[in-house]
């Protein structure tokens, strides 16, 4: 059938070529890809019917309410909003979580884990950052911790990532953090992304595209997939908006 959406510019059509593009560019097979795009078309739906999944809706499928400003949603948003328009396109939907798939290197899983503590886009994780986000995550989790446990999680954290002892945390030593955490690794993966047509069968959708045919149709979309990873290069190159 192949996946089509509309937006309130006009109807887009996104078509085998589109879904094969996207295939090849994140670890998601056509068939998985599918399945996504009906997720993404009931989460876009919840509140107004666009075609998009705009703030609302986002804050309604995390948290199951909207409206309570929270750090850590905005930065999840800014992760998926990867045009930084406001709403979530499908392309942005899929390759915001393709980093959470189980066959996603840990390199690319350490440098996003990097960068959604690094509020400011310092290029480092400095303590007033992780803080602001630890009570984020914890106000996300509807918990109050005293400010003694909170400092306590800081400074833990600090002598066991800080080496340089010069009070802000830079990528070396954060890929260190990450290799010494497993769970920390396992956090940052979702099992389910890697059996979407069997964990959700109401999900499935006979593509049009066999899986087996990607590559010999990659040849086809050369051009379309060239300027799409142009892109996504350049979203890269800069400080992600997590």
Known sequence: M?????????????????????????????????????????????????????KKEFELALLGNCGQRNLFVDRVFKWFDLKNNGVITFEDFVRSLSIFHPSTSETDKIAFAF????????????????????????????????????????????????????GKIDQEEWKEYMARSPLLMKNMTLPCLKELTTTFPSFFISSEVCDSDLRAARDVCGSKRSKSSSKIQNHQSGPYLV
């Open 115 to 166: 960068n959604f503590y690094d509020v400011r886009n310092t290029g480092y994780i400095e303590r007033a950052e992780l803080k602001d986000m630890l009570l984020a995550i914890f106000e996300e989790l509807e918990v109050t911790p005293s400010d003694n446990l909170v400092e306590a999680i800081l400074e833990k954290t600090f002598v066991e990532v800080d080496h340089k002892q010069d």
């Open 2 to 54: 192949g996946c089509m959406y509309s937006t309130n510019n006009g109807r887009k059509n996104f078509g085998n070529c589109e879904c094969i593009i996207l295939a090849s560019e994140t670890c998601f097979s056509v068939n998985e890809i599918e399945a996504l795009y009906v997720l993404y078309r009931r989460l876009g739906s919840s509140a107004v019917d666009e075609g998009l999944i705009n």
